[in-house]
């Protein structure tokens, strides 16, 4: 089965720190997605890419926090610098084109711990 | 703006019991909800649509549209349901979709 790849699974870092993770969506994937999940929350969506172009960003921090995906491909999500309230899990998912009928695929996300 | 409710952030029942994990939604346009599951050390997976009318692992929810809620039922739960569940509500507008969650119900099922 198919999976999206995320790496790396745990990363703590000092705040003020620049930190990345990538992602690798379902090939045929066009619609790529990056959440976070704060403990006791659900999901929320922070940037959305159509192919190579980010389609929604509007919850996604920009002062810090900034998202590729150059080749359509692969993408990588960034924070610089985290700060303590970063700490949570990053959750990349991904689509065929507006959800499809199987609606999203996540990955298992990257555990995030700003100390 | 759209917004799911998932009141209870935990319920728990006995094996065998019936479970219902209530989910409420706010959204001006034609919803389109969705369940997800989390089992405990795994990734957040789709359960059931309810364009699908579906029955999966013996989950059913139903769209009311008048009271604007999408609960998950089973008649008799069994301990390996307990999970985190989310319901998310997917909107489109234009190119973009977006799946907006509910905060989740942990489901603990006990013997």
């Known amino acids: 089965e198919a999976e999206v790849a995320q790496s790396p699974r745990y990363k703590i870092t000092e705040k003020s720190q620049a930190v990345a993770f990538w992602c690798d969506p379902i090939s045929g994937h066009a619609t790529l997605y990056w959440y976070r999940q704060i403990l006791g929350q659900g999901p929320e969506l922070l940037v959305q890419?159509?192919?190579?172009?980010?389609?929604?960003d509007s919850q996604l921090p920009k002062d810090r926090f900034s998202a590729e995906r150059l080749k359509g491909v692969d993408s990588t999500l960034k924070i610089q610098p985290a700060e303590l309230g970063d700490s949570a899990m990053y959750l990349c998912?991904?689509?065929?084109?507006?959800?499809?009928?199987?609606?999203?695929?996540f990955g298992s996300g990257t555990r995030l711990t700003v100390v | 703006a759209q917004r799911v409710t998932q009141p209870e952030k935990l319920l728990s029942v006995f094996k065998g019991a019936p479970v219902e994990l209530k989910c409420n939604y706010s959204y001006s346009g034609s919803p389109e909800l969705f369940w997800y599951v989390q089992y405990s050390r795994q990734r957040l997976q789709l359960l059931l649509r309810?364009?699908s009318r579906e029955s999966i692992k013996g989950f059913t929810a139903d769209l009311n549209k008048g009271e604007t809620s999408f609960h998950l039922k089973k008649p008799f739960a069994q301990e390996e349901d307990s999970a985190m569940y989310y319901c998310?509500?997917?909107?489109?507008?234009?190119?973009?979709?977006?799946?907006?969650f509910g905060t989740g119900t942990r489901l603990q099922v006990t013997l």
């Open positions: 309810h364009i």
């Open positions: 998912a991904s689509s065929l084109f507006r959800g499809g009928f199987y609606g999203y695929t």
């Open positions: 890419f159509q192919d190579e172009s980010v389609v929604d």
């Open positions: 998310a509500l997917k909107t489109n507008t234009g190119t973009a979709s977006k799946l907006t």
